[in-house]
């Protein structure tokens, strides 16, 4: 299959859009934001955007522990929960170990609180 994500994406968000609308009689977006694409140039980049998606819901004030997120992968990254969801192995590989992938994710959390801060992306 040669289509693009980004056209994949929209085909899912604009059907699920119609569903939902029609479900619950209303008109308009659901979505706040266009779906962005990014290419990963470099490992330090890969490393930093795990960091980020994993502490979005600690940024986000939804738990304060990531660990506790329900939906998120990082236990099975971690170790305590292997529910083999995901394939872990190209991120984890840029580590020596889990341990060292969860340290490097914990001590990224007040950068990404402060960016997120300044960018007016927080609700505190």
């Excluded at 980004?6 to 569903?19: A, E, G």
């Excluded at 706040?32 to 980049?45: C, L, R, S």
């Excluded at 998120?72 to 394939?87: A, E, H, Q, R």
Aim: aromatic share 14%; hydrophobic share 30%; net charge positive.
């Amino acid at each position: 299959m040669d289509t693009p994500t980004s056209k994949l994406l929209l085909r899912v968000c604009t059907s699920y859009s119609m569903y939902f609308n029609k479900k619950y009689d209303k008109i308009g977006h659901i979505f706040q934001d266009q779906f962005k694409q990014v290419t990963v140039g470099d490992n330090n980049y890969l490393k930093w955007l795990s960091c980020y998606i994993h502490q979005n819901p600690k940024v986000a004030g939804i738990v304060k522990n990531i660990e506790h997120y329900r939906w998120s992968s990082y236990p099975d990254f971690i170790g305590k929960d292997v529910t083999g969801m995901c394939d872990k192995e190209v991120i984890l590989n840029q580590f020596k170990s889990n341990k060292d992938f969860k340290d490097y994710t914990e001590s990224s959390y007040e950068i990404i609180k402060n960016k997120a801060e300044l960018a007016g992306l927080t609700f505190e």
